[in-house]
């Protein structure tokens, strides 16, 4: 009878503990899956969506800003291999903000040659509109010499409050 008991409350014990760890599990990739202000994030060529506020208050200015990737305006940046070669290799993209009742359609430029910034005080890879700074930190698939169709592209962006 005793260990009768010491297996059923083991059980208990055990099924407490793995539906504790799939609902966390649950719960970190709703985290993981959100797009948040202060967070980079990648969006897709022709791709639409929203951020919202990593600590969302009660604060009705924190609404969420709706960004989609128009379009690739061009890319010229060198095949790595050839940047030794290269002066002002860049590609630039342009995005469309919206919130609430405005919008605001912006060109990104970024640099060649690299493969990714940070959100810093360079301003030529960053710009500030409708109260919030965007930073165009990566520019995928980077160029090898082979054609890339338009809407194979990926932005990595980084979009805060100011």
Not at 39 to 51: H, R, T
């Amino acid at each position: 009878m005793f260990m009768k008991t010491k297996i059923v409350l083991l059980s208990a014990i055990i099924v407490f503990i793995l539906t504790a760890l799939v609902g966390c599990a649950k719960e970190e990739s709703k985290l993981i899956n959100a797009n948040h202000l202060d967070m980079p994030f990648y969006l897709k060529a022709n791709e639409v969506i929203s951020l919202i506020p990593l600590n969302p208050g009660n604060n009705s200015s924190d609404s969420s800003l709706s960004i989609r990737f128009k379009k690739v305006i061009h890319d010229r940046r060198c095949p790595k291999a050839s940047c030794y070669l290269c002066y002002g290799s860049e590609a630039q993209i342009q995005i469309l903000l919206t919130e609430q009742n405005k919008q605001s359609s912006i060109y990104l430029t970024i640099p060649g040659c690299h493969d990714e910034f940070a959100c810093d005080d360079n301003l030529y890879y960053r710009k500030d509109t409708l109260g919030y700074r965007i930073c165009f930190l990566r520019l995928d698939p980077y160029p090898t010499g082979v054609v890339i169709d338009s809407l194979n592209y990926t932005a990595k962006l980084n979009i805060s409050k100011l």
